[in-house]
T-cell receptor
C-alpha cells in the first residue's frame, strides 16, 4: 500500500479482555516499530523488528504485551488481560532499513480504550 | 541514560514571527537526530534529520534545525510561522539497537 496501515482505528474493550492490533507496513520496508502515545507522555518505544526478528523487546511494559511479525510484513501487537492503564494510542511505523538514520513512516494509530 | 528533553509544553507565536522549538538530548556517541510533526487527527510525519556534516539542516515546509554538539541541542526553527504550522512537534534521537527515543512533544500554537 501507499502508507502504513493500522487496524482497527479504534478499539473499546473491557478490562481483562485480550486485544490484537494489526500493522501493515509499507511494502519493502524491513524495519517495523511499535510505539505507545499517551496524553502528555510523548511516544513510548515498545518493540522493534528487523525482518521477522525482534532485536529489542525491552520496551514492552509487561509480560501481558507481545508482538510478532510474519513474512517480513504484517505485525500484530497483542495485549492480554487488558488494564485501564493500557488505554492509549498505539502507533506503528516502518522504515526502509534499520541503520538508525532512516526516517520512519507512521500509521494513523489505534486508539485503545479499556473500560 | 539516553533521553530527549523538550522543555516547553506549549509554544505560542504570532503568525509571521519566527518560531523556535527547543530540544536537548543526552546520548552517548554520535547521535542521529530527527524532528517529526503531528497535525491534528493525522499521523506523525518526518520533518528533517541530522546525520552528519553541516550543522544546519533544512527540511519540509520551510523548517530547519541546527545541531549544536557542545550544547547537545537540536532546536527547530522557522523564520516566519504560519497558522497551518500549529501542531505537535516531536524531537527524537537514535541510540543503541537503532531505537528511536522521542521527547514529550511541544504543542505549537500560531496565533493569527
Amino acid at each position: 500500500g501507499a502508507g502504513v496501515s493500522q487496524s482497527p482505528s479504534n478499539k473499546v474493550t473491557e478490562k481483562g479482555k485480550d486485544v490484537e492490533l494489526r500493522c501493515d507496513p509499507i511494502s519493502g520496508h524491513t524495519a517495523l516499530y511499535w510505539y505507545r502515545q499517551s496524553l502528555g507522555q510523548g511516544l513510548e518505544f515498545l518493540i522493534y523488528f528487523q525482518g521477522n526478528s525482534a532485536p529489542d523487546k525491552s520496551g514492552l511494559p509487561s509480560d501481558r504485551f507481545s508482538a510478532e511479525r510474519t513474512g517480513g510484513s504484517v505485525s500484530t501487537l497483542t495485549i492480554q488481560r487488558t488494564q485501564q492503564e493500557d488505554s492509549a494510542v498505539y502507533l506503528c511505523a516502518s522504515s526502509l532499513g534499520s541503520g538508525g538514520h532512516e526516517k520512519l513512516f507512521f500509521g494513523s494509530g489505534t486508539q485503545l480504550s479499556v473500560l | 541514560a539516553q533521553s530527549v528533553a523538550q522543555p516547553e509544553d506549549q509554544v505560542n507565536v504570532a503568525e509571521g514571527n519566527p518560531l523556535t522549538v527547543k530540544c536537548t538530548y543526552s546520548v552517548s556517541g554520535n547521535p542521529y537526530l530527527f524532528w517529526y510533526v503531528q497535525y491534528p487527527n493525522r499521523g506523525l510525519q518526518f520533518l528533517l534529520k541530522y546525520i552528519t556534516g553541516d550543522n544546519l539542516v533544512k527540511g519540509s515546509y520551510g523548517f530547519e534545525a541546527e545541531f549544536n554538539k557542545s550544547q547537545t541541542s537540536f532546536h527547530l526553527k522557522k523564520p516566519s510561522a504560519l497558522v497551518s504550522d500549529s501542531a505537535l512537534y516531536f524531537c527524537a534521537v537514535t541510540y543503541g539497537n537503532n531505537r528511536l527515543a522521542f521527547g514529550k512533544g511541544n504543542q505549537v500554537v500560531v496565533i493569527p
